[in-house]
């Protein structure tokens, strides 16, 4: 049974930086084919997709946030690391991870976490 | 950067009926495309991958079409669970983008 759950802070000042992780069990990220992607949803509004890294430490960005993004992996902690810098009120939002399948979607999401930026 | 249009952005129905949705990309994405449904204060739940293939354990009632810039999703006989938000979403790039969602109501 897959399973993905978000951990970090829930609230974060302007300017700073996020870090959140996904630890996740009933796959291996050293499994060719695999990944684990972000992705967020500010209240009320769409999902945007922010990250995606692969069992071979690949790595993949959306373009407009690219420069505050880092994804790394630890396969023996089975866990996910996100990183965002010069977190702003527009970031407010739940962020999700999830597992990558063979055919290329995210067919399991953690409950996602909610995170507050304000001062 | 691909951009992925849904129309329509709301959607009001009754169960029984048969709904579509349609999503268009800015450029051709082949099949490269994925719906998911979700509902108020729960994470996205895959519906179809790869434009028309049925996630195991979806509903039949659920299908997709479509290729190169514009697809459909269709629910032929709605039911009351099915009342949520759909999102489209591209994965033919190297970076992926959903669309700004539908939200199907009852009316």
């Known amino acids: 049974q897959i399973t993905l759950k978000e951990s970090g802070p829930t609230l974060v000042k302007p300017t700073q930086t996020l870090t959140l992780t996904c630890t996740f069990s009933?796959?291996?990220?050293?499994?060719?084919?695999?990944?684990v992607g972000w992705t967020r949803q500010p209240p009320g509004k769409a999902l945007e997709w922010l990250a995606l890294i692969y069992w071979d430490d690949d790595k993949r960005y959306s373009p407009s946030l690219k420069s505050r993004l880092t994804i790394t992996k630890d396969t023996s902690k089975n866990q996910v690391v996100l990183i965002m810098t010069n977190m702003d009120p527009v970031d407010t939002a739940t962020y999700y991870c999830?597992?990558?399948?063979?055919?290329?979607?995210?067919?399991?999401w953690g409950q996602g976490a909610l995170v507050t930026v304000s001062s | 950067d691909i951009q992925m249009t849904q129309s329509p952005s709301t959607l009001s129905a009754s169960v029984g009926d048969r709904v579509t949705i349609t999503c268009r990309a800015s450029q051709t994405i082949n099949n490269w495309l994925a719906w998911y449904q979700q509902k108020p204060g729960k994470a996205p739940k895959l519906l179809i991958y790869k434009a028309s293939s049925l996630e195991s354990g979806v509903p039949s009632r659920f299908s997709g079409s479509g290729s190169g810039t514009e697809f459909t999703l269709t629910i032929s006989s709605l039911q009351p669970d099915d009342f949520a938000t759909y999102y489209c979403?591209?994965?033919?790039?190297?970076?992926?983008?959903f669309g700004q969602g539908t939200k199907l109501e009852i009316k």
């Open positions: 979403q591209q994965y033919s790039s190297y970076s992926r983008s």
């Open positions: 009933g796959f291996s990220l050293s499994t060719s084919g695999v990944g």
């Open positions: 999830a597992h990558k399948a063979g055919h290329g979607n995210f067919d399991y």
